[in-house]
């Protein structure tokens, strides 16, 4: 089944008004739209560096027993926590690179290999 949300565990952890911490979240793959809208907000135009904010708390679904995640629960994390679903956010949303089976001409084994779209092909 093709998975679309992703457990995580904050290193630190999320201190609510109340003194609470939240440590256990999740987290959904990202849409086009997830990354795209964020970028008409007034927030990231006068400062680009809010972008990762806007993104984390349009695609992290659940934080500990928080009712919900909005941008300013994003901006109350530890630096350690906001690095750590910086670095979460992109292994989940990397890109897999294709491979076709096909079987080596030398060995006459199957073989895996990447599709490079990248590269000019002859």
């Known amino acids: ?3 679309t949300e ?3 565990v904050l290193p630190k952890g999320y201190v609510d008004r109340n003194g609470s911490l939240h440590r ?3 987290m959904r ?3 086009a739209a997830d990354e795209i809208i964020p970028l008409r907000d007034p927030r990231v135009q006068q400062n680009p560096g809010y972008l990762t904010i806007i993104l ?3 695609v992290i679904t ?3 027993e928080m009712p919900t995640v909005d941008t300013r629960v994003v901006e109350g994390l530890y630096t350690t926590d906001l690095a750590f679903l ?3 956010y992109q292994r ?3 890109v897999e690179i294709p491979v076709y089976r096909t079987v080596c001409p030398h060995c006459g084994e199957e073989v895996e290999v990447p599709v490079n779209f990248m590269e000019a092909g002859p």
């Open 24 to 26: 256990e979240g999740k």
């Open 29 to 31: 793959l990202a849409t």
């Open 56 to 58: 984390l708390s349009r």
């Open 92 to 94: 989940i949303n990397q």
């Open 1 to 3: 089944m093709f998975e």
């Open 62 to 64: 659940s934080l500990g």
């Open 6 to 8: 992703f457990s995580f």
């Open 86 to 88: 910086q670095d979460f």
